[in-house]
């Protein structure tokens, strides 16, 4: 059974940092793109980052280019996604998620980010 649990939502102030996790079970970890998606109040989900089954290759929105990293440990079964410069605009709930075929895409529970004053 493939699981996915985010953890390190947070409140933080503008220009803050946060890092976020993700354990994944129940799928050979290594071999999937893992990907950050967040989804703001009245907003379509978007992809935020991803990486690769090596970690050798990653894809950023433009909109977080720059300031956020996504890594990942397979001996942990685990995902990160490192945010710097936190901005008002970057407060939304962070998914995340791995897509094995067109049937098999699973996601997490979410996480909460909110960056405000």
């Known amino acids: 059974q493939v699981q996915l649990v985010e953890s390190g939502g947070d409140l933080v102030q503008p220009g803050g940092s946060l890092r976020l996790s993700c354990a994944a079970s129940?799928?050979?970890?290594?071999?999937?793109?893992m990907n950050w998606y967040r989804q703001a109040p009245g907003k379509e989900r978007e992809l935020v980052a991803a990486?690769?089954?090596?970690?050798?290759?990653?894809n950023y929105a433009d909109s977080v280019k720059g300031r956020f990293t996504i890594s990942r440990d397979n001996t942990k079964n685990t995902v990160y996604l490192q945010m710097n410069i936190l901005k008002p605009e970057d407060t939304a709930v962070y998914y995340c998620n791995v897509r094995m075929n067109f049937e098999r895409n699973y996601w997490g529970q979410g996480t909460q980010v909110t960056v405000s004053s």
């Open positions: 990486i690769s089954g090596t970690g050798g290759s990653t």
């Open positions: 129940g799928f050979t970890f290594s071999i999937y793109v």
